[in-house]
């Protein structure tokens, strides 16, 4: 199984990072940055940290955030779990939930980068929902292992 371990945080010298939408049904965030990335795909070494921050605004009002991430490789969904203290958005935004509708937050984290491969390119997809399933924001980025 493979076990890529990818998530949020925030460091303030990072650079804009222009990702994949998730669809047009998806609010897409208003700022993705990722240390040391500014062009797709982000270079990351195996058995490290991924660090990266999200700014978005849930389009409707929710006493909580819920993070899923998954992975593909080309055509292919690649086994990933998303590690339960980094599932709950609240616990890892500048803000407290509740949040009202409209009201921005960032979302911050970090996780550890374990994969059999290396020199391969993944589409990590990042999808922030709150009560009920409603979509807060989503997007994907291209992580190439190193």
């Known amino acids: 199984m493979v076990k890529l371990l ?3 945080a925030v460091l303030g010298a990072a650079s804009t990072l222009e990702v994949h939408r998730c669809g047009d049904d998806y609010p897409h965030p208003t700022l993705v940055t990722v240390p040391g990335c500014n062009v797709m795909p982000c270079e990351v070494p ?8 999200v700014r978005f605004a849930p389009p409707t009002a929710t006493n909580t955030l819920t ?3 998954s992975a593909r490789l080309g055509d292919f969904n690649v086994p990933y779990e998303t590690p339960e203290h980094l599932r709950d958005g609240c616990a890892n935004i500048d803000a407290s939930c509740p949040l ?3 009201q921005e937050v960032t979302l911050t984290g970090t ?3 374990e994969a059999p ?3 391969v390119t993944v589409r990590m997809r990042f999808e ?3 009560d009920g ?3 807060a924001t989503c997007f994907a980025a291209d992580v190439r292992l190193i």
């Open 6 to 8: 990818i998530l949020l």
């Open 46 to 53: 195996n058995l490290t940290d991924f660090n990266f921050s």
């Open 67 to 69: 993070v899923e991430a």
């Open 100 to 102: 009202a509708a409209g």
């Open 111 to 113: 996780a550890p980068v």
């Open 117 to 119: 491969l290396t020199r």
């Open 128 to 130: 922030i929902t709150g």
């Open 133 to 135: 399933g409603a979509k």
